[in-house]
């Protein structure tokens, strides 16, 4: 085992250490972290340049919440265990998001808010699912071949 294998086990060990609703709760932080991050790289391309997000960005990032949580919570996504799973996961994470780009597309592209343009209905679902599968696979890779005693 090289240096930096060693170094990301030992880096794992608290983590894997944890009890599973702290470890859920992690999850789930992280994913809401994803959609404030998602929204506003949105609104980054969009624009073309980097955006400060504003009080009229509230209403991407509020609906963005609101939406991808409960529905990722429906959908399983914080009852697996990340270093077994493997595609599977990342096919729940693709129907919730899809579920969720419907929603968020209407509610951004089909009716509109002002001062939000539409596109971003269309290219943040895009970006979420993007990032949300990618922290799946990462976890896998990262945690998957980790064999710590107790967790």
Known sequence: MNERSKFLTRAAAPL??????????????????LCVFTVWLALSLRFDTWVVLSSRDLWTVGVSLSLALPLFVKFGLYRAIFRYSGWPAVA???????????AYGLVFAAIGVPGVPRTIGLIQPLLLLLAVSASRLLARGWLGGISIKGC
């Not at 009890?19 to 859920?24: D, E, Q, S």
């Not at 729940?92 to 419907?102: D, E, G, P, R, S």
């Open 16 to 33: 894997l250490a944890l009890p599973r609703t702290v470890k859920r709760a992690l999850v789930l932080g992280i994913d809401a972290v």
């Open 92 to 102: 729940a994470v693709t129907k919730a998001v899809a579920i969720y780009a419907a």
